[in-house]
């Protein structure tokens, strides 16, 4: 079952030069609940247009964006994959559907733009897909963090825990500097193990963490505990594990 998770207002503070500074207030408005089904089919598919337009209006009504209902119908939900008892969050059938992509792109500019935001820093693989437009969009550099063995220069690396063994993620030294300000882009946060990495890898190089953000969430696993005090901005929540 999918719903709808708040957006958070990005509120700015003007401090001296060089580096801005940034307060990131939440506001929490009532959910919209989505129709789901564990299939193979895509939301978007099989939600009829109706129940669409309804989901719509309620979003307006709560003050919600009333692009995300159409974000969220677009995500195709496949169980078993890539094991069993995994549902797995297919984004690929969003990014079919260009409309909803568009609008996944334009939610996460305007809340960036003239934030002076320098780093739009996308976590392998998929972050790879959102991190450049919205890099480009708002005037910021894209910096790719990878699996190891994947760039070509030297690197500085940052290990984390998974469910059997560890793994790293990297970026190119010399990739962003002390005092930038960063956001973190991904399509999910599950565990949050990698996303926590990045954070921990862009700090240890004095870069600001302004904010992680992802296309979905999978609450159940509590992902954002270990985020620190990142923010985390999701535009779905996902019960689906």
């Known amino acids: 079952m999918q719903s709808i998770v708040s957006s958070y207002h990005l509120c700015l503070a003007h401090p001296p030069p060089p580096v801005l500074c940034q307060r990131l207030l939440c506001h ?120 190891p063995k994947k760039l070509p220069g030297k690197v500085i690396s940052e290990e984390y825990s998974l469910e059997y063994g560890t793994d790293k993620i990297e970026m190119h030294v010399g990739a962003v500097e002390p005092g930038e300000r960063a956001i973190i882009i991904d399509d999910l946060i599950a565990t949050g193990g990698t996303l926590a990495a990045a954070i921990r890898l862009l700090e240890r190089v004095g870069v600001k963490i302004v904010e992680c953000a992802c296309v979905i969430e999978l609450p159940e696993l509590n992902g954002r505990e270990k985020l620190g005090e990142a923010p985390l901005f999701i535009l779905v929540t996902s019960d689906a594990a």
């Not at 009829?48 to 939900?77: F, H, L, W």
């Not at 002076?116 to 972050?127: K, L, T, Y």
């Open 28 to 147: 929490r408005i009532p959910s919209i609940r989505l129709p789901s089904r564990r299939s193979t089919t895509s939301l978007g598919l099989f939600t009829c247009a109706a129940v669409s337009r309804e989901s719509e209006m309620a979003a307006k009504e709560d003050g919600q964006d009333p692009r995300i209902p159409k974000i969220a119908s677009s995500i195709r939900v496949i169980p078993d994959f890539p094991k069993p008892g995994i549902m797995f969050q297919d984004i690929t059938t969003l990014l079919l559907d260009t409309e909803a992509f568009k609008d996944t792109i334009d939610i996460f500019v305007e809340r960036y733009k003239g934030k002076g935001i320098s780093v739009v820093a996308g976590v392998e693989a998929r972050g790879f897909i959102f991190g450049p437009p919205i890099a480009l969009a708002i005037g910021a550099k894209f910096v790719p963090m990878r699996k």
